[in-house]
């Protein structure tokens, strides 16, 4: 049974620091490039970061320089560190492992900016 399960968000204030975590099972993790993406009430759902399988990086333009996606692949895990957090931040965040015509994705995890 395939699985991803977001971790680690919550509230915090601007300017604020969150590492959020996935926890992948249930499918060839280290064959799979993994992608944070977010939603926010009323928004289309954007992507924020992705990594491939040999650990190539992309980014939004909107979180380049503040977030760090990363990839443990013993762990069968993917990361997303984010620092300097903005209210623009705030939204659900999702992970999606993809390969050819197959994804899959988490259920998502709250982040919330506010002071």
């Known amino acids: 049974q395939v699985q991803l399960v977001e971790s680690g968000g919550g509230s915090v204030q601007p300017g604020g620091s969150l590492r959020l975590s996935c926890a992948a099972s249930g499918f060839g993790f280290s064959t799979y490039s993994m992608s944070w993406y977010r939603q926010a009430p009323g928004k289309q759902r954007e992507l924020v970061a992705d990594?491939?399988?040999?650990?190539?990086?992309n980014y939004a333009d909107s979180v380049k320089g503040r977030f760090t996606i990363s990839r443990d692949n013993a762990k069968s895990t993917v990361s997303l560190q984010m620092s300097s957090l903005k209210p623009d931040d705030a939204a659900v965040y999702y992970c999606k492992a993809r390969r050819v015509a197959r994804e899959f994705w988490g259920q998502g995890t709250q982040v919330t900016v506010s002071s």
């Open positions: 990594i491939t399988t040999n650990g190539n990086t």
